[in-house]
């Protein structure tokens, strides 16, 4: 198993950005398919983008498609989520999550493991 831990998380003003990291535990990191996604109160948590083992393929809805990059260092066992033009309804806690190789996958359930999120909040 591994551990995950999210950095990064700020207050911002719309139009601006912030870079989350999601750091990971042991050795195995590259084994694992890597997404973030986020949870506003009172909505369901939703899928913001994902990566490959590889860093070869990367996976995006498009509500943030053309904002935001995933992108990965496997030899620092680091995944990060760069935002760019944030919006109010960017708002929300987002996470980190793994899980063991295999599609890219937009569905909450089928990532194992979890970081215990950071904080992003966008003012207008």
């Known amino acids: 198993q591994i551990q995950l831990v999210e950095s990064g998380g700020g207050l911002v003003q719309a139009g601006g950005s912030l870079r989350l990291s999601c750091a990971a535990s042991g050795r195995t990191f590259s084994n694992y398919v890597v997404g973030w996604l986020r949870q506003a109160p009172g909505k369901e948590r939703e899928f913001v983008a994902a990566i490959s083992w590889s860093g070869g393929a990367t996976y995006y809805p498009n509500s943030v498609k053309g904002r935001f990059t995933i992108s990965r260092d496997n030899a620092k066992n680091t995944v990060n989520l760069q935002m760019n033009s944030l919006k109010p309804e960017d708002t929300a806690v987002y996470y980190c999550?793994?899980?063991?190789?295999?599609?890219?996958?937009?569905?909450?359930?089928?990532?194992?493991?979890w970081g215990q999120g950071t904080q992003v909040t966008v003012s207008s």
């Open positions: 999550a793994a899980r063991a190789a295999g599609l890219l996958t937009r569905n909450t359930r089928d990532y194992d493991y």
